[in-house]
């Protein structure tokens, strides 16, 4: 961001208005002319490192957000839009992009809401009817953290931890005492393809023997929530305005399992352990009986003001590339967002050495570096002759936060990082020998006198 100009100017406006200060008084809180905010506001000058400081500290505004709230998404988020083939004959290249974002922030905003609205093309397909595109929408739009979710469930915690260090049995006993609801472990052949079942009948929250400890622990964590935490997950979920069922239930499950692993991992012991520990992802799983894909979760919901973790992406894939979770938190990731994923990157590798952890600097199109981490994880419930299944979970988070990471040690973050992009038809990148298409909205180049690198090759910029 520090190499960067960044206009952001709409944001400072915003930010203005809701403090309900005229930019005379904002400009004496910041130490600086009103004069110069004028310029700022209105994108005619990049808001500075100093500046941001002073915006951090006086209002206790997160500076990362400044990146997240750019118009449309930001500068790739736009282009993403605009490689759609109905603007091929437009030419729009980078500078003119830039150009239009910070002399018209509010009217690419628009231009991307009605883009995605419409659904049109293939680089920012709308979410429409899709009650998994409106959720993982709903959830961007919070950024992954909820927090009357995670101070209920920290004081939770803290009430559980009161009498028995034993997490699960602490919740058992909960349930049991308050909410007259017995945990019965029942073997395979009763519940041959149910993991968890509330029979409200018999009074009992059944969970299958398939499920480990840290599983276990979940699970009766879920039920909890689902029953303490109804008033804020309610509120949430009407909020959310989805109206429609499928997408209600689907938000309601995802902060049921938020209030769960926050139950699990409450906010400021978990932050604690993450400092203290470099965010060693194995330490952290043993220290709070956790799994990896809890953990790897749990990382991207750190943005409680005045405690904020690092700002971590996730994104769970399987051998097809296909993704059942995203979660770009408070990173804004492209990598995270976009539909396409690129090979090269060691997210896909991971599948090669099952439970190893990969760890691989990589570097965008734009010159943006993450140090990220994958590794495979398999569902619980899995059974040796049936059909079984396997994903990759990777995380990351930008270069310019990984210094302080376990895994970092011994890598040169400043040094070759792996080249990739996000998908083939939104890489630009040329001479590339794993494209498996041209980049939407450019045309293929066909020499039949030379054959280079890449079996095919398009017409540059």
């Not at 929408?137 to 939770?156: C, S, T, V």
């Not at 005045?306 to 408070?330: E, H, T, W």
Request: glycine share 8%; with cysteine.
């Amino acid at each position: 961001m520090a190499e960067r100009k960044l206009m952001a100017g709409h944001v400072v406006r915003r930010l203005r208005r809701q403090q309900a200060l005229s930019q005379a008084a904002m400009a004496e809180m910041l130490a600086i002319s009103p004069s110069y905010l004028n310029l700022v506001e209105r994108n005619q000058r990049p808001v500075s490192a100093t500046l941001l400081v002073k915006l951090a500290e006086t209002f206790d505004f997160d500076p990362r957000s400044l990146m997240a709230a750019e118009p449309g998404g930001g500068r790739d988020a736009m282009r993403r839009r605009l490689a759609d083939p109905m603007f091929a004959d437009l030419e729009i290249d980078r500078n003119e992009l830039e150009e239009w974002l910070a002399a018209a922030p509010g009217g690419a905003e628009a231009f991307a809401r009605a883009f995605d609205r419409m659904g049109q093309g293939t680089a920012a397909a709308a979410p429409g009817d899709d009650p998994v595109a409106l959720v993982r929408r709903e959830i961007g739009r919070w950024r992954n953290h909820f927090p009357d979710l995670d101070a209920a469930a920290e004081a939770l915690a803290d009430e559980l931890r009161l009498g028995t260090g034993d997490l699960y049995g602490a919740i058992s006993e909960r349930l049991r005492v308050k909410h007259s609801l017995a945990i019965r472990i029942l073997p395979v052949d009763v519940m041959p393809d149910v993991l968890r079942r509330l029979d409200l009948h018999a009074r009992q929250l059944q969970l299958s023997e398939l499920l480990d400890p840290a599983s276990r622990t979940f699970a009766a964590a879920f039920q909890l929530a689902l029953i303490e935490a109804r008033g804020e997950i309610d509120a949430l979920v009407a909020g959310a305005g989805f109206g429609q069922i499928a997408a209600d239930r689907l938000f309601r499950r995802h902060l049921a399992s938020y209030f769960a692993a926050a139950v699990m991992m409450p906010y400021a012991r978990f932050l604690r352990a993450c400092e203290a520990t470099g965010y060693d992802i194995e330490l952290l799983q043993r220290r709070f009986g956790a799994g990896f894909e809890h953990v790897a979760h749990r990382l991207t919901t750190l943005q409680r003001v005045g405690a904020r973790g690092l700002p971590f992406f996730m994104i769970r894939v399987d051998r097809a590339g296909q993704s059942s979770k995203r979660y770009a938190g408070a990173s804004g990731a492209a990598l995270v967002e976009a539909e396409g994923r690129c090979p090269l990157w060691h997210l896909h590798h991971a599948f090669d050495r099952p439970g190893h952890l990969a760890v691989q600097l990589v570097e965008l199109e734009d010159g943006e570096r993450w140090l990220t981490m994958a590794r495979t994880v398999t569902p619980q419930g899995q059974r040796y002759g049936l059909v079984s299944a396997e994903f990759a979970v990777g995380i990351g988070v930008a270069v310019e936060h990984a210094g302080t990471l376990t895994v970092a040690r011994g890598f040169n973050l400043a040094g070759p990082a792996m080249p990739i992009g996000l998908g083939c038809r939104q890489c630009f990148r040329q001479d590339c020998p794993q494209r498996a298409a041209a980049p939407a909205g450019r045309a293929l180049t066909i020499n039949e006198r030379e054959r280079r690198v890449s079996a095919l090759t398009f017409a540059g910029d």
